[in-house]
């Protein structure tokens, strides 16, 4: 059984393979493609894509190790210089295999394996994409501020005319005392006019009162002197 033995040998001893994959590792990063067989390709991506990993962490330890497996130091350079800016567009698939059927001769599968590289006008297409939705998330900020502000003018317009109702009522009620008072004002004038002019009948009906005896007392007295 097969466990834990992920890798294929591939027909050679360990030393061979690994010396193997080492100079095409070295060939892929310099000339970023090369053409191989099938299952060469498929096991030199993996080495590939973890030494980009490594070149995109870019610590000394990382260059250390990239080191112990590619010969140049040239190609080592290189990569950890432009790792972030070919490969920073994604986390894992940096390899592509195109497949280019097979050898003639012995007939096997042959492959093409490269890097994935985005071009100048794809960076400036996703740039321009990204400034676009920057603008769009402006556009959506500014109108739900607008929504907001619009929002709170209705609330206020809505609280100031509840006020306004509200004091319509008290208005009428100071109104409606203010005629009141108005109409009561005339009457007390009245009642005191009316009081006025009962006191002074009062006081004419004591004057006549007192003139009634005077005119008795002359009578008895023409009388009295009409019998002597």
């Known amino acids: 059984m097969r466990h834990r033995k992920a890798s294929l040998k591939l027909n050679r001893t360990t030393s061979h393979r690994l010396a193997m994959f080492r100079n095409m590792v070295t060939s892929l990063f310099k000339h970023e493609r090369i053409r191989t067989t099938g299952p060469k390709a498929k096991e030199l991506r993996r080495l590939a894509e973890h030494l980009i990993t490594l070149a995109k962490r870019g610590d000394l330890h990382a260059r250390r190790q990239a080191l112990a497996v590619i010969r140049e130091k040239a190609v080592v350079h290189k990569l950890f210089d432009e790792a972030n800016e070919k490969f920073g567009h994604s986390a894992g698939g940096y390899t592509r295999i195109v497949k280019l059927g097979r050898r003639a001769g012995d007939a096997a599968p042959m492959s093409l394996i490269e890097l994935i590289v985005p071009e100048a006008g794809e960076k400036k297409k996703i740039k321009k994409k990204g400034a676009k939705a920057k603008v769009a998330k402006t556009k959506a900020g500014s109108a739900k501020k607008a929504d907001v502000k619009a929002q709170d003018k209705k609330k206020s317009a809505k609280k100031e005319a509840a006020a306004e109702t509200k004091?319509?009522?008290?208005?009428?009620?100071?109104?409606?005392?203010?005629?009141?008072?108005?109409?009561?004002?005339?009457?007390?004038?009245?009642?005191?006019?009316?009081e006025t002019e009962a006191k002074s009948a009062a006081t004419q009906k004591k004057d006549d009162s007192a003139d009634k005896p005077k005119k008795a007392?002359?009578?008895?007295?023409?009388?009295?002197?009409?019998k002597a």
């Open 217 to 226: 007392s002359k009578k008895k007295s023409s009388k009295e002197e009409k």
């Open 167 to 194: 004091k319509e009522p008290k208005a009428k009620k100071k109104e409606a005392l203010a005629q009141k008072e108005e109409t009561a004002k005339p009457k007390k004038a009245s009642g005191k006019k009316d």
